[in-house]
Nanobody, 117 residues
Framework: VHLVEFGGGLVQAGGSLRLSCAASGSIFSRDAMNWYRQAPGKRRELVAAITSGGRTDYADSVKGRFTISRDNAKNTVYLQMNSLKPEDTAVYYC????????????WGQGTQVTVSS
């Protein structure tokens, strides 16, 4: 499974970005997809998740501002980020997982998001 993230960059506080993660090498529709982030000196944290059935979940810190979605026809998962804050600055990683399959846990290379104040 190969995951490639796109869409990171520099944005001012209050702005928006959309991250994309293109997947290959799997039956994408069966994968639970997640977005994580890691800021300098901090642990990697789960930001948003979407199941194969489309159910979503979010970290409290991004609820109401971020939206995760998926397009199974394009093998792509998205993270729409609105009302960005400086504390959202981090490297964002795409993750594919199947809880019923041992060791099915794949990561992209990450994309940098920087929010200036």
């Amino acid at each position: 499974v190969h995951l490639v993230e796109f869409g990171g960059g520099l944005v001012q506080a209050g702005g928006s970005l959309r991250l994309s993660c293109a997947a290959s090498g799997s039956i994408f529709s069966r994968d639970a997809m997640n977005w994580y982030r890691q800021a300098p000196g901090k642990r990697r944290e789960l930001v948003a998740a979407i199941t194969s059935g489309g159910r979503t979940d979010y970290a409290d810190s991004v609820k109401g501002r971020f939206t995760i979605s998926r397009d199974n026809a394009k093998n792509t998962v998205y993270l729409q980020m609105n009302s960005l804050k400086p504390e959202d600055t981090a490297v964002y990683y795409c993750n594919a997982r199947r809880s019923a399959v041992r060791d099915y846990d794949y990561w992209g290379q990450g994309t940098q998001v920087t929010v200036s104040s």
